[in-house]
């Protein structure tokens, strides 16, 4: 399917891998690439020295293009845009909106930056500093998110852009990819999804938590970091709900000596990436460790399979996903009935 989104990054499809942190390694990142879609290594939660290796791994297991997401306001993402640029990354995207300076560095090495972004308003800023293409998520969408659906904030962001717009949160078959095609995107891009395949190094008790899930049991909370973030309810999500300023402290602290040691951070540092990610909020000091420290919470359950201590990162569509495929046998099933819909609604034809 040839979309501005296949022509502008030259993948097979308009299908997007997002960049979930613990999740989004190498095996994962290279099955969606070799399946013809776009697959994102997820850096944030890599060193950068480690992040080199992850990249170089990819590039040995396909000769597709894939992509690198970075966190715009981390200290060293000067340091992961070089590593970028020296690797011959294809793609970098972002979690929040990049600096100029970065968007301009990563264009003239010929990276294509796309940003992802929650709101018009950013979309419209970040086109008007170069960034090639835009993704854009709405509330259904797992991790940090917005209050504006994705049928609301896709076709807003659509008409005041004239780059290439991604849309995420809500997507998981080819009826979503159609949708999206109406309204003016060129592409999807999915998270859960993704994470819910054979070829995910998820364990397999979390992916079995995510199974069982309704779309009622997919929640968005503020108690982990302050900032709403969807996730599966959960114990700990429970505890955090639950707990004092006092509890909430010294548990933050202690997940944050947890992932100094891991990513060899001082506590200045650490301490300067949390309060980036208030993002003007009001925010305790336990919520800015937190913050600090949301991959460690992460990783228990993405990489220890902790479902007890671990926050379970999730999009509503954990609800209605009922199955494991490979990421190839994902991608052309989504792809055929994408191709079938678009036929259908051509032909007059209606569901059903």
Known sequence: MDTPLTRLVGVRHPLVQTGMGWVAGPRLVSAVANAGALGILASATMSPQRLRTAVREVAARTDAPFGVN????AGDAGERVRIIVEEGVRVASFALAP???????????????IPSVGARRHAEKVAGWGADAVLVQGAEGGGHTGQVATTVLLPQVVDAVDIPVVAAGGFH???GLAAALAYGAAGIAMGTRF??????????????????AAVTDVTVTTAVDGLPHRMLRSELVDSLERSGRTAALLRAVRHAAAFRRLAGLSWPRMVRDGLAMRHGKDLTWSQVL?????????????????????????GQVAGVIEDLPSCTDLVDRIMAEAAETLDRLTRGRTVG
């Open 70 to 73: 970075l966190r715009a306001d």
């Open 99 to 113: 600096r100029r300076e970065l968007i301009d560095r990563l264009k003239d090495a010929g990276v294509v930056v």
């Open 173 to 175: 078959d080819g009826r």
């Open 195 to 212: 994470l819910l395949t054979s070829d995910s190094t998820v364990p397999d008790a979390v992916k079995a938590r995510y199974l069982a």
């Open 290 to 314: 937190l913050a600090a420290t949301t991959p460690m919470l992460l990783k228990a359950s993405m990489v220890d399979g902790r479902t007890d201590t671990g926050v379970m990162a999730s």
